[in-house]
C-alpha cells in the first residue's frame, strides 16, 4: 500500500512539481497544502509534492476539518504479524471503545514500532497462548496507526467486554505522563472513523459507505445506526455507483471454523454455470446459528459422503451472510457432471413451500455480480436449478419458481446439457441434506 502511494506521488510529482493542491490523497481527498512540516495537523503530511518551497515546507493534509475518510491504518502485512490462530467475528456497531497503554518502550520510528508490535503479538499468542494479538488497533506516538485484530474481529483485552468493543493499545508506558499530541490525534481520528460507517462492508456495495445528509444519498440507500455521533439527518449513506464493483462480504472459511479439505481441484475461471440449491433442512437466521449449521454440513458431506470437503462453492444463510464453501477457487461436489464447470450456491434451508427471505435471494444475486466482476463467472453464464440437472427437487419448488425469474436463467435443453466428467468429484451426486 505505502509503495503504490510513492509511485503515485512519483507520477504526480512530475505533472504538478510546485504544490499540492490539485493533489487528491486517498484518505484526506484535495485538502493539502504546503505548510511547514511542524505545523502539519496530525503528521500527515507527503514529501515531493511542494519541490520548490524551502525543505521544511510539506504537503500537509487536514484530517480534521475537511475529514473524508478513515486515517492510514498499517496493514497487519506490512509489520510481519503471524496469522492469527483462529478468528471470532465481531457484530458491529459496538457500544464500547478501550483505551490501554502496553506498557513497553515507546517507539518513533515504523522500523521501531514494528518490533514492539511483534514483541507484543509473540508474547500475546506464545506466553498468554491467545490466537492472536489482543488489541484491535495499536497506535505510536508517531501518529501511526498500526492494525492488530482490527474492526471485524473480536480481540482479546478486556474480560467480558471483547464481543462488545475496539481496544486500543496506546505503545508506551503511560503512568507517569500523557501520551503525545501525535499519539492522540491519531486516536482521535481512529475513534472517528469507526464511530462513522467507513469501515462497515455493506452486503451488496461493499466499502461505500460515509455519513452524509440523508436527502444526499445516492438513491436513498442509507443505514441508520452507523453514524450515531453524527447529527440524526447525518446517515451512512452507500454509494450504489462505486467505481469498482464491490463484492459482499463473505464468512471465511476461518471465520466459520471450517476443517481442512482433504484435498482440493483447482478450478478453471469464467465459469459457464451457475448451479443453485437448498440444503433442505431447517433455515438460519444468526449467524451463530448458521455456522453451527455449516460445520454441520461440511462433517455430513466429508464424514458420511466421504468427500474431500463440504461440497457446495458458497453457503448462503438467511441471515444475509455468505459463507465460503469450496469458494471460487476450487472444484466443488454438488452438481453431477457439472462441478468442474459451475458455482454451486446453496441456501441454507428447505424452499419447497416458500422462497428464501429477501436478505438470502440478494446475497446470492450479489455474490454472483461478485463473481462476474471477478472473472470467475462468464459474463453470458447459465442459471440453472440443481433439479434442471439432476433428479431431485432441489432448489425446492418456491426458490425454483424464483430463479426462474432471473435474467440469465436458461431452460434446460437435455441435448446441450451432456455433463462433462473433468475430475474424480465430477461423478459425485450431490444429495443435498
Ligand atoms: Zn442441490
Known sequence: MLLTLI???????????????SFVHGDYGRTGQCIKISACLNNVYLPKLCESK???????????????????????????????????????????VAIYDTVSPSCRTHHECVKQIQGIQKYHMKEKNWSDIG????????????????????????????????GIGMIGNYSLRKINKSAANALESLIQCGDSCESYA???????????????????????????????DIKCCFSPSAPTPNCPNIVSRSEWGARAPKSTTGMAKSLPYVVIHHTTGGTCTAKSAC??????????????????????????????????????????????????????????GDYMSQKPNAAAINSVKALIECGISRGYISRAYTLRGHRDLDSTSCPGNAFYNEIKTWTNYRSLVRSNASP?????????????M
Open 7 to 21: 509511485i503515485v506521488i512519483f507520477i504526480s510529482s512530475s505533472i504538478t512539481a510546485d504544490s499540492c493542491e
Open 54 to 96: 524551502p525543505m521544511d515546507v510539506m504537503c500537509c493534509f487536514n484530517t480534521t476539518i475537511s475529514y473524508k475518510g478513515c486515517p492510514t491504518i498499517i496493514h497487519r502485512a506490512r509489520w510481519n504479524a503471524i496469522n492469527p490462530k483462529e478468528q471470532t467475528s465481531l457484530a458491529t456497531p459496538v457500544p464500547f
Open 135 to 166: 488489541y484491535n488497533f495499536l497506535i505510536s506516538e508517531s501518529g501511526l496507526i498500526y492494525e492488530g485484530r482490527g474492526w471485524n474481529y473480536i480481540g482479546a483485552h478486556r474480560q467480558g467486554y471483547n464481543s462488545r468493543s475496539i
Open 202 to 232: 455493506h452486503p451488496t456495495y461493499g466499502k461505500t459507505g460515509r455519513c452524509i445528509k440523508t436527502s444526499d444519498c445516492p438513491n436513498s440507500l442509507y443505514i441508520s445506526n452507523l453514524c450515531e455521533s453524527q447529527p440524526v
Open 291 to 348: 455456522i453451527v449449521k455449516m460445520k454441520g454440513f461440511q462433517n455430513y458431506h466429508m464424514d458420511s459422503n466421504g468427500w474431500d470437503d463440504i461440497g457446495y462453492s458458497f453457503l448462503v444463510g438467511e441471515d444475509g451472510n455468505i459463507y465460503e464453501g469450496r469458494g471460487w477457487t476450487y472444484v466443488g461436489a454438488h452438481t453431477y457432471g457439472y462441478n468442474s464447470q459451475s458455482i454451486g450456491i446453496s441456501v441454507i
Open 420 to 432: 462433462q466428467f473433468n475430475v474424480p468429484e465430477d461423478y459425485l451426486v450431490m444429495q443435498d
